[in-house]
């Protein structure tokens, strides 16, 4: 069975038709950048642009960048205030016509890795981690998701969400050396080593392509692996949520 995913992020939104019994992408995948500001309706214009593009006109999934409670936005996050109360699934069936489920974009991520990838077959507590525009995680007991886990909103002893201190955003932002940020992201992973006491910590997002630069300076006395679908993990995930919604 193929199904359109889609990942929404703060830089860019990548499209893709995945097999969902491989996790495969069937076709090429596109990106489009997420639109300034990236208010409800210019994201929505650009998911039918993106529908449009593969000729798509069965169901879709979509990873998005914010918690989602029973499919309504809880914060404009990355994107914008106005996303704020949105029912998100609605909102993009109302702009293309298509049945669309959308989950938080890191559960997205997680549920890729979790059947297809580095968490596959893993017993007990597994995190996933994405290190993008935001912090993002999704955290599985044998397999099975915690939705909506928002573990980049934890705060530092600076009084600042670890998101704004550690994202791949803030090393950007700062110009952080790789030395400097691995030192921030060493502190964060040791903090939520300890209040999780997880079996394995995977780490995705935008920054899964050059994680060799880094993920030496993350010292835990715990498993640390890439993301094995790097940052496609998101795209593929958005597909699986959405088959197993429809099941
Ligand atoms: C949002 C999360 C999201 C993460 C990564 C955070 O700012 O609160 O919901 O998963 O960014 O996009």
Known sequence: ?????????????????????????SAEKKRIPTPRPATPE???????????HFKWDGPVGCGFPTPLH?????????LHEDWNGVNVSQLFKNETGNEFTVVNDADAAGIAEINFGAGKDKKGVVIMITLGTGIGSAIFLDGKL???????????????????????????????????????LDKYFNHLNFIL????????????????????KIEVDTAIVPAEAENEAGIIGAAMAAKFEIK
């Open 1 to 25: 069975m193929e199904i359109l995913g889609i990942d929404v992020g703060g830089t860019g939104i990548k499209a893709a038709i995945v097999s969902v019994e491989t996790g495969a992408l």
């Open 42 to 52: 210019a994201v929505a214009k650009v998911i039918h642009k993106l529908v449009k």
């Open 70 to 78: 029973h499919g309504k936005c809880l914060s404009g996050g990355n």
């Open 146 to 184: 915690l939705p909506n886990t928002e573990f980049g909103h934890l705060y530092n002893w600076h009084g600042d969400s670890f998101e704004s201190y550690a994202a791949d955003s803030a090393r950007k932002r700062e110009k952080l050396s790789q030395k400097k940020w691995g030192k921030r």
């Open 197 to 216: 006491s997880p079996d394995l910590i995977i780490i995705g997002g935008g920054a899964s392509k050059r994680v060799h630069k880094f993920i030496h």
